[in-house]
Nanobody
Framework: VQFVESGGGLVQPGRSLRLSCAAS????????MNWYRQAPGKGREWVAI???????NYADSVKGRFTISRDNAKNTLYLQMDNLKPEDTAVYYC???????????WGPGTQVTVSS
């Protein structure tokens, strides 16, 4: 199993970033896909989920600003982040989880820093 995460970086408040997570080594379409984040000195926090059936859900802290999507043909998960705030600064991780097999996999993480 391998994940390649990209799109992180330094951005000013109010701007946008788009994260990508390209996956391989498992059947992407059979897994619910999540984004998590971990800010300095804090625990890992769930951000958003794209279910196998295409439905999505978000943490209250990002609802209305972030959009999760998946492209099963490309085995890739995305996170469009708009109107970024300094409190969004964190390492962002993609995660694959299967309710039927209980297997789950984590990406290596990509740093997002929101600062003026």
């Amino acid at each position: 199993v391998q994940f390649v995460e990209s799109g992180g970086g330094l951005v000013q408040p109010g701007r946008s970033l788009r994260l990508s997570c390209a996956a391989s080594g498992f059947t992407f379409s059979n897994y619910d896909m999540n984004w998590y984040r971990q800010a300095p000195g804090k625990g890992r926090e769930w951000v958003a989920i794209a279910y196998i059936n295409g439905m999505t859900n978000y943490a209250d802290s990002v609802k209305g600003r972030f959009t999760i999507s998946r492209d099963n043909a490309k085995n890739t998960l995305y996170l469009q982040m708009d109107n970024l705030k300094p409190e969004d600064t964190a390492v962002y991780y993609c995660h694959a989880g299967s309710e039927s097999t209980f297997r789950n996999f984590w990406g290596p993480g990509t740093q997002v820093t929101v600062s003026s």
